[in-house]
């Protein structure tokens, strides 16, 4: 039988790149070759696309490679992918790699690819569209509002006592739409507002500010088998810093991740399991997804961020759920693309 050809997306043109790039090779290297033949594309942070000989891959950051792009790589235009890949596995992240933008274009070309499609994915990057959507499931969600940069700007006097007057301090800000921690800021008192609003208008026209919540964070992988999404595992997440930062998430050893949980009880991490797979299924996900929330002192269990995408680098909540199900990074690459070339083959128009 011909091998499948498996075109992995990686680097991109968000502030994840350097996540993605780690996912991207860690996927190449644990791709079955009996069964597969990994095509690595690197997208540049311009959006252009290149196929990447080997020695590329293993490069330490998104700028070594760029570099070599001209002299080592092949050029290669999204018309011509249709020719040389039959599957898209995207390990990109953030903005125009896990919002629904690759997704549109891979529609356009009518090449399978993994995770969920253009809408699921524009919704998993939007937190204020998802909290709508979830709160309107019934499921706990984060007391929130939103801010516009134009807002901020012409009345932040006004703005600033009604966020203190809604939630008090300490309060959460974060981009409406960035992850990796990027952005967000938890605001202990009054005069670091400004400096966290600024953070977050950074990344985003839109801030959305969130009731502080004190408890247990946690991460579940869902896999959809067929058909039915299943919680792969539950990760309990004790973060080193004052919360889970980009440097607890990626630097090795820097935060505790316990799977199975260590303290969240048994009857919660039931009803955990059953909430994901609801907030799954409410965002429309498809494929895989990572459903992360907070249990509360008092035992209620809320979600806050939903992500239709997920780090795939070996120390990633992705690899180590399943380790724990007793599955190897390589039996999930192949699972997703198996999964994607069943959703591809149902589909009655885009996803
Ligand atoms: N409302 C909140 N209360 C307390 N901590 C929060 C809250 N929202 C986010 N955090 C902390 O900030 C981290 C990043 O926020 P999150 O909403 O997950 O954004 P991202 O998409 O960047 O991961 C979380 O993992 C958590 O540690
Ligand atoms: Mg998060």
């Known amino acids: 039988m011909e091998k499948l050809r498996v075109g992995i997306i990686f680097g991109g043109m968000s502030s994840e790149k350097e996540v993605s790039l780690n996912s991207g090779r860690n996927v190449y290297d644990n791709m079955d070759r009996e069964h597969f033949e990994p095509v690595p594309l690197f997208m540049e942070p311009s959006g252009r696309l290149w196929i990447l000989p080997w020695q590329l891959i293993s490069q330490n950051t998104t700028t070594d490679i760029s570099e070599r792009l001209a002299t080592e790589a092949e050029r290669i235009a999204y018309e011509d992918l249709k020719k040389r890949i039959d599957v898209a596995f995207i390990a990109l992240h953030g903005k125009y790699g896990d919002d629904g933008c690759?997704?549109?274009?891979?529609?356009?070309?009518?090449?399978?690819?993994?995770?969920?499609?253009?809408?699921?994915?524009?919704?998993?990057?939007?937190?204020?569209?998802?909290?709508?959507?979830?709160?309107?499931?019934?499921?706990?969600?984060?007391?929130?509002?939103?801010?516009?940069?134009?807002?901020?700007?012409?009345?932040s006097d006004g703005v600033r006592k009604r966020l203190i007057g809604e939630f008090g301090l300490p309060l959460v800000t974060k981009p409406v739409r960035e992850g990796s921690s990027i952005g967000v800021t938890v605001v202990r008192r009054l005069e670091d507002l400004d400096a966290a609003m600024a953070s977050a208008l950074e990344w985003d026209r839109t801030v959305l500010v969130?009731?502080?919540?004190?408890?247990?964070?946690?991460?579940s992988i869902?896999?959809?088998?067929?058909?039915?999404?299943?919680?792969?595992?539950?990760?309990?997440?004790?973060?080193?810093?004052?919360?889970?930062?980009?440097?607890?998430?990626?630097?090795?050893?820097?935060?505790?991740k316990f799977t199975p949980p260590k303290t969240i009880?048994?009857?919660?991490?039931?009803?955990?399991?059953v909430d994901v797979v609801r907030a799954f299924k409410a965002l429309g996900f498809r494929c895989y997804g990572r459903i992360d929330g907070f249990v509360l002192?008092?035992?209620?269990?809320?979600?806050?961020?939903?992500?239709?995408?997920?780090?795939?680098?070996p120390s990633s909540f992705f690899f180590e759920q399943a380790a724990e199900q007793g599955m190897l990074p390589g039996m999930i690459v192949s699972k997703l693309i198996e999964i994607a070339m069943k959703i591809h083959k149902e589909k009655k128009g885009p996803l």
């Not at 088998?225 to 820097?254: A, C, N, V, W």
């Not at 009880?265 to 399991?273: F, H, L, N, Q």
Request: proline share 7%; with cysteine; hydrophobic share 30%.
């Open 222 to 256: 869902v896999l959809e088998d067929e058909g039915e999404p299943r919680p792969l595992s539950l990760t309990e997440i004790h973060p080193q810093s004052e919360f889970f930062t980009y440097d607890d998430k990626y630097m090795p050893g820097r935060c505790r």
């Open 210 to 219: 969130e009731e502080f919540l004190d408890g247990t964070e946690f991460s």
């Open 297 to 313: 002192k008092d035992g209620r269990v809320l979600i806050t961020d939903p992500n239709s995408s997920s780090g795939m680098a």
């Open 265 to 273: 009880p048994k009857d919660v991490a039931e009803k955990i399991k």
């Open 102 to 155: 690759i997704q549109g274009l891979l529609e356009l070309m009518n090449i399978p690819y993994t995770g969920p499609g253009i809408l699921a994915s524009a919704i998993g990057m939007d937190k204020d569209i998802q909290q709508k959507i979830l709160r309107a499931e019934g499921l706990g969600v984060p007391r929130s509002t939103v801010v516009e940069e134009g807002q901020w700007r012409r009345d």
